[in-house]
Structures are given as structure tokens and as C-alpha cells.
């Protein structure tokens, strides 16, 4: 009786094995970009992105280069504790949940780290700047706020 049930377990796992390994896997055949015969000419498919004007409020070149320092606070240097991430969070609701500011300010960056909130991004004009600087300003553990949004119109 062991011989048999050896046998047929063998028996059965080997063709488990046979039938899962047999067929070929599409991914590791397929090139991972298509070539250029499925394209066409890769000209006529690729179009140069429009840049906007050096002047034009559209182009952020000199915004993202100051971003890229240490010296300017962005999103990824916010604070991981507990703390932090509840002031956050609790503009965040505040920010969204308040109907009359406009769509650049409520997608204003709120970084908060060691109780001390940072808030940055266009807005569209100082009256929202300062509304969201009391809303931050009244939110529960706040040490310090940061106010570096800027207006569109003065």
C-alpha cells in the first residue's frame, strides 16, 4: 500500500507540473515596446511637447529649480509622526471642505513637521492666502506657520 500511494503521488505531481509548465508565457515573448513596424515611423507618433512662453504663467522652469534644493520644503518632507501627519490631515479636511476657495487653493502643499506647517502653491489671490494661513493657524497642535503661497493677482 506505501509503494502504491507513492506512486500515484508522484504520478499526479508530475503531471501537475507538466500541464502548469507547458504552456508558454506570452509576457517573456512579447517585446516589452512595440517595434517600429507596429508603429509605423516612430516620427509620425512622437510630437515634441509645446513649451510654453519664457514670460507665460504656464512655464514653471525657474519654480522647479528652486524646488529641487534642499532649501524649499515639498511634500516628501513631511513629518512622519503622528503629530504631524494628524495637523496635516486636519487642514487637509478643512481646506477641502471650505466651498469658496478656488481649486488652486485647495491643492496648496500643506507640510507640517515638528508642529511647524509650511503651506506653498499658487493661489488666486491674497484674500485666499490669508484664509488659508488662519485656517492652518487654528488647527490643533500648530506651533508655527510657514506661508509661502503665492497669489496670481496682487
Known amino acids: 500500500m506505501p ?3 507513492w506512486l500515484s503521488t508522484f504520478t499526479l505531481t508530475a503531471a501537475l507540473m507538466l500541464m502548469t509548465g507547458c504552456a508558454p508565457d506570452e509576457r517573456a515573448t512579447r517585446p516589452l515596446a512595440p517595434v517600429d513596424s507596429e508603429l509605423g ?3 509620425q507618433n512622437v510630437r515634441p511637447r ?4 519664457a514670460n507665460s504663467e504656464l512655464e514653471s522652469t525657474e519654480r522647479n529649480v528652486r524646488d ?3 532649501a524649499t520644503l515639498t511634500p516628501e518632507d513631511q513629518g512622519e509622526t503622528r503629530g504631524d501627519l ?3 490631515a486636519a487642514i487637509r479636511r478643512a481646506v477641502v471642505n471650505d466651498e469658496s476657495l ?3 487653493a485647495h491643492n496648496a502643499k500643506i507640510i507640517t513637521r515638528n508642529g511647524v ?4 502653491g499658487p493661489v488666486e489671490n491674497s484674500a485666499e492666502k490669508f484664509k488659508l494661513q488662519t485656517i492652518a493657524q487654528t488647527a490643533r497642535g500648530v506651533k508655527q506657520v510657514d506661508n509661502q503661497l503665492e497669489t496670481k493677482t496682487p
Open 3 to 5: 509503494k502504491q500511494f
Open 50 to 53: 509645446p513649451l510654453a512662453p
Open 68 to 70: 529641487s534644493g534642499d
Open 102 to 104: 478656488s481649486l488652486n
Open 86 to 88: 494628524e495637523i496635516t
Open 41 to 43: 515611423t516612430t516620427d
Open 117 to 120: 506647517v509650511t503651506l506653498r
